[in-house]
Structures are given as C-alpha cells and as structure tokens.
C-alpha cells in the first residue's frame, strides 16, 4: 500500500511538473494586414463581449448601444457578460488564457492589466482598424495615449492603440458655492481661498486618506501646477528620460506638506476614509474637495446647486484619463465584427447616448447637449481638458509597483515621517527600477 | 464467507478513499501545486522561468515582507493572548456567578465570531474614524487606523473583540464539566476564589485553552480580510502583513511565484507553531 501511495504522489508531481503558463503563446499578437469594415457583409457573427457596465447609467447606456448595434447590424448577435469592475479584474487573467475566451472585453488601462496582456500576445492591436474608421479624428491623441503600448507589453503610452475607451474622467477640485461665490481664478487665489477658508474656521480641503489612494490624486493637483506637463507624462507611464528628483517636484512635496501645516486638511485625514470624507463635503462640511468627476452624482444628491467642479486654475495640465477600455481578444472569431461593435459604441451617436444616460461622453463632450448644474461644469471642465490636450495620466501607472510606493510614500510624507527629499527618493527608486531596464 | 470481519485489512483503505480524494483534491493537491509555483518566477500569463529557491531567499531578504510577518506576531497578543486572559476571567465570573440569563450572555460574547469579518471591518473602521465613536468618547479627532503608533494596535483590538467570545465559550464548556467535588475540596483546604482558580479551574481547563491558542493564532497569522478593509496595510506599510502580501503579489503585482512562496513560508509557520502549542499543552 505504502508503494500505492508514493505512486501516487509522484503521479501527481509529474502531473503538476509542467512549468506554469505553458499553455499560453509567448509573444505580441500578430496584427491583422487587411481589415473590413462593412459589418453586415460579415456573415452570421455572435459577439462574446465581457464588460463592468453594471452601475445606473452604465448599464442604461450598454443595454442601448447593444440594441442599436443588433437592430443596424442583425447579422451580428451581442452576447452580453457583465460584471463589477472587482470580478472583471479577477478573472479576466484566466478567461483570457482560457480556449473559450470572450471577443471583446473591457481591460484596465494599466500595466498589471492591459499591459500584462499585451505582453502575453492576447490582445490584437488595433491600428489597422483606426485608420480604417478615422477613429485618430475622433479621439484626440491625449486620449488614446491611454490604450497605447509597444507589442512587447513594456513601454506604456506610446506605441500600439489596443483599447478605445467610452467616457473619461478628470480630477478637479469641487468647491461649495455658498462659502466660494466667485470659483478662484489663478493658483495664488486658489491657496488665498484655502487661508480664508482655514481663518473662516471651516476645513479648507475635506480630504480622507485611510484608503491610501486619494492622495495619489491631491499629489497629481499640485504636482500639475509646479513640474512640466511632458515630465509628468514620461514619470507617469513610467518611461524613461524623467526624473523625480527635481526641483519642481521637490517644491510640489513642500507644497503639499506645506498645506498640512497650515491646517489646510482635516484633523486625522490619514486615519478618515475616501468616503466619510466626500460624504462630510456633501453635508455642506468643509470648503474644497478634490476629487474626480466619479463622484459627481453623489455630490449633485446631497448638495444640489450649492456645488460646482473646475478645473484646478491656471491652464495647467490636469490628471485624468479614461473609463476601461474595449479591447479584441487574440482569441475573437471574427476581430472584424469586433472591431465594428467596438467602432459603433465610440462613435458620435454613442456619445449623445451616453449624455442622455447620465455619462461623461469622452468625445465631442463640449459639442453635447451638456446637463445644467454640476453635470454641466464637469462637461465644460472635461472638453476644456481633452481639447487642450492638458490631460495628465493617473502617477500610479508608471511601474506595476508604484500604486503602493506612492500610496505608503504619501501617507509618510503626510504625516511627516518622511522629508518630501525622503519622499522623492523613494518615488525615483521604484521608477528607475522599472524605468530603467 | 471464510475470513474473518474485516479482513482483509486493505479494505479499511477503500472506506477512507472517498474522504481521502476530496481532501486530496482540495487540500493536498492546491499545496503541492502551491510549493511547485514558489519555485517559478511566474506573471500568472506568460511561461513561467524556474527560479528553485530565489523566492525564498527574497522572502528572507525582503525588509517589507519581513516586517509584515513581525506584525503578524504582534497580532498573536492582540489575536490569542488577550482573549486568552480576558475569556479565562470572563468564563470564571461568568461559570461562579451562575448569572441569570447566561445563555443570554453567552450569545452576546459570541456574537463577533458569526458576524460576516468584512461587516465587523466596516463596523470598525467607523468606530475609529476622525469623527467617530471612539473620539467622541475621547474627545479630539485622532485618526486611529492613520496613526503611525496605533494602527497595528487599534487592528490588534478588533481581533481580540472578535476572538474574545470565541475563547470564552469553548472555556465556559471546559469548567461545565469540572467535578463540583473538586471545589468542595478545595474550599475545605481553605482556598479563597484565586487559589482555587489555579490549583481547580486552570489544570481543568488546560486543553480547551490548547484548542483556544490553536485556533487564534491561526486566525492572528492568516488575518487578511481586516486588514484589507481597515487600513490596506497603511498608514505607510504599518499594519501590513504576510496573507495580504500573498494577495497583493498575486493579483495586483502579477508575482505569482513570489506570492506563493510567501504563502508557504506562511504555512509552514503556522504548522510550526500549532505543533508547539500543542506539545507544551500535552505535556504540562
């Protein structure tokens, strides 16, 4: 028996002594050379398309475009699988190296995502595509950066288009009308706002830091005003050719720290949650809040016309990006029809269906019927940005690791247990590593 | 018809085979494979590289992994050791009082342990927030789990609420079943309440409280989903530790082999130390 069960063991060695991910092809996938466009010539197709479209607007706007898809192309049948962003993210890896993998799916910007998978040949580019339906005239090139890597999944920002995305977002400051008539017109009225807010004996920026994250996008607010807009670009998707020991970021860390000083945060922002603190903004409880235009139906709820959103003053670069882009599967039966389902939900007529469902439209936004109130202060912020090209990416994309180098370096520097020279070390290290190789 | 019961003795096999393929499929198999990956440098997509043992030498070099697993063992006070000593005075007052409504209380204590730990997170991360409960009691506004000095703790006290009840339970059973006798006799020894709290109560209790440090310090050693949820291991990396360092290798950096090497360097600890606990407990 004994002997049995050593058998056994070892059978079960041999069967696991395959070297992980060996079922997977190595490599970029191969572009196609020729592309069609007429999508009703394609043939009966059915369409597997894993998106996160699962919230209110989100799914109103999904649930249309695919019935306007099905009734222009019914050749073409959408099979439709939706899922949280949390569960997209988690099983996307596998679906994706999977044989029965989905043909079109909605992935992450970022490198531990779309990166990643790129790497791993299981995305096609989509440049043969972008010619063919013009879609560099619709999306401006600040926008596309977003979904551009090289073939070999390394260099982010640049490179191959393999994502379009539908709605876009921006982190700007909302600030509470009744306490600020006239929104601040340069930089120096903005912090002249913020010191009277403090002698007002209000709290001049709510801000709630326990998640590690939020600060991520205050840093970005600042760090826009002091350092390059090309700088911030290379820094964030982690290219080459930057630095972050330099003066301007050295003075966008005493900037920040500066504020802590002077009492500009809430009392315990570390130890308060993202949502706690945007919560307080919306019972009318501090005086600025900087956030991005996620929250702009939550804070329209509690505040109503006592709200407003604006870019951070000065005509600096702002930090921004894109929803999750849709991406073709190396695995997609037919990438043609792919490629005209993903055509069909960007194009002009989607946008406007995207405005009527409550969403940020990333395309031709300033040209929509815009919403009154906040809605409409985000539309004017967002086409402001896109169309000045000022849009900065988000800083955690630079290495896969930086999402936690900077979140941790943050609530040090925050809390005063690293000098903001401390805090640029440690931010340089992470990026040379990476950047560097 | 011509062997006795039971033989021949290989049939005893064939009775454990369907327990033994469900905890081979589910247990054994996931470890092997887990011990087979540590051994790779795998992104979880690509072909793996085999590394042999260099993930293991990063877990010993790592300063971060290193703190996360020196939080882990400060977490084993707050986990094991308070509700240890806490469910050991609570169990006796509770046992000696013969209370009205014990079950009542009894429920009560235990409550934390059948509440969802994602819901106990949630519930806690308001009780310390800036303007919370806590600080309302206090007075002031500190951020507790934002505190460099008092995260780890301020966790550390949630795993003891939680744990309390548990322990306080399996010792309530433990002193049930104490021989009324041994009482008596200690009392015509002249022993008081303390006295007989040692020389009764606690040699009695000797292996519920074996069973007790089992479990919590396994509960301190795998903390994960409090963690996640009150502080992502911040503020800074202070709180973090070795199972939320499996996941975030895992699923967020794509490190698939160094993750599993924490996880069963992790394992390996938690067997180490059930085994200690469990020898001193049957040998004392």
Not at chain 1, 247 to 270: H, I, R
Not at chain 1, 344 to 373: E, F
Not at chain 1, 417 to 429: G, H, I, V, W
Not at chain 2, 62 to 81: P, Q
């Amino acid at each position: 028996m004994k002997k049995t069960i050593i058998a056994a063991v070892a059978l079960a060695l041999t069967a696991t002594a395959c070297t992980p991910g060996s079922g997977s092809p190595s490599g970029g996938a191969t572009a196609p050379t020729t592309v069609k466009t007429d999508a009703a010539a394609l043939g009966q197709v059915e369409l597997t398309v894993w998106d996160q479209e699962v919230r209110g607007g989100q799914a109103a706007q999904m649930a249309e475009q695919i019935k306007g898809f099905e009734a222009k192309y019914p050749n073409i049948k959408i099979k439709r699988v939706s899922r949280s962003f949390d569960d997209l993210k988690t099983t996307l890896r596998l679906a994706l190296s999977g044989n029965d993998a989905p043909d079109v799916v909605q992935a992450n910007n970022g490198r531990s995502d779309m990166g990643e998978f790129v790497k791993a040949g299981q995305l096609l580019p989509l440049d043969k595509w972008a010619e063919a339906y013009k879609w560099g005239d619709r999306y401006p090139a600040s926008v596309l950066q977003y979904s551009r890597y090289s073939a070999d999944g390394k260099t982010f920002g640049e490179g191959n288009l393999y994502g379009l995305p539908q709605v876009g977002e921006v982190v700007g400051l909302y600030y509470n009308k009744t306490k600020v008539p006239t929104p601040p017109a340069s930089w120096a009225e903005f912090e002249a706002a913020l010191a009277k807010a403090k002698a007002a004996g209000d709290v001049p920026l709510q801000f709630g830091n326990l998640d590690k994250w939020p600060a991520i996008h205050v840093f970005g607010t600042v760090q826009d005003q002091f350092v390059p807009a090309d700088q911030i670009t290379k820094l964030a998707f982690g290219r080459p050719g930057a630095s972050w020991k330099t003066p301007e970021n050295q003075q966008a860390a005493e900037t920040l720290v500066s504020w802590v000083d002077k009492g500009y945060f809430n009392n315990g922002f570390n130890g308060q949650g993202y949502d706690p603190a945007w919560q307080d903004f919306g019972k009318g409880k501090g005086t600025f809040l900087i956030a991005g235009t996620w929250l702009q139906a939550d804070l329209q709820k509690a505040l109503g016309d006592k709200v407003g959103f604006m870019l951070p003053p000065g005509g600096k670069p702002v930090t921004g990006g894109t929803g999750l882009p849709f991406a073709i599967t190396n695995k997609a039966k037919n990438p043609d029809a792919a490629a005209a389902y993903i055509n069909y939900i960007t194009s002009p007529d989607a946008m406007k269906v995207l405005t009527s469902t409550g969403n940020l439209p990333i395309a031709d936004t300033a040209t929509q019927q815009a919403p009154a109130g906040l809605a409409g202060d985000i539309f004017k912020s967002f086409g402001t940005a896109v169309s000045t090209g000022a849009l900065a990416p988000y800083l955690d994309y630079a290495t896969p690791t930086m999402y936690d180098t900077l979140g941790a370096s943050l609530q040090d520097l925050l809390a005063k247990r690293a000098t903001p020279a401390q805090f640029l070390d440690k931010l340089e290290a992470d990026y040379s590593k990476f950047a560097g190789k | 018809m011509s062997s006795p019961p039971g033989e021949p003795r290989r049939i005893g096999y064939l009775y454990i085979l369907p327990a033994f393929l469900v905890y081979g499929a589910f247990l054994l198999y996931p470890l092997i494979r887990a011990v087979h990956l540590s051994l790779f440098q795998w992104d979880g997509i690509t072909l793996g590289k085999f590394v042999g043992l260099s993930n293991y030498l990063d877990v010993v070099r790592d300063a971060g992994l290193r703190a996360a697993f020196g939080h882990a063992l400060v977490l084993i006070v707050f986990y094991s050791v308070l509700p240890v000593v806490i469910g050991l005075a609570l169990a006796t007052v509770l046992h000696r009082a013969r209370v009205r409504g014990l079950g009542f209380f009894r429920t009560i204590v235990f409550l934390p342990q059948v509440v969802a730990m994602v819901v106990v997170a949630v519930a806690w991360r308001n009780i310390y927030s800036p303007d919370g409960p806590l600080n309302d009691v206090l007075g002031g506004s500190r951020g507790w789990l934002g505190d460099y000095t008092f995260a780890l703790p301020a966790v550390g006290v949630i795993g003891t609420w939680i744990e309390t009840g548990l322990v306080t339970v399996l010792l309530l059973a433990g002193m049930a079943r104490i021989p009324s006798e041994r009482y008596e006799a200690a009392r015509l020894d002249g022993a008081g309440p303390v006295a007989e709290f040692f020389a009764v109560v606690l040699p009695a209790v000797r292996g519920e409280i074996a069973v007790a440090v089992t479990l919590t310090v396994i509960a301190a050693l795998r903390t994960f989903d409090l963690v996640y949820v009150t502080t992502s291991g911040g503020p800074g990396t202070s709180t973090s530790v070795p199972s939320y360092e499996v996941y975030h290798r895992a699923f967020e950096l794509g490190q698939v082999g160094s993750a599993a090497a924490v996880g069963v360097c992790l394992t390996a600890l938690i067997f180490l130390i059930t085994l200690g606990v469990n020898r001193i407990a049957e040998r004392a």
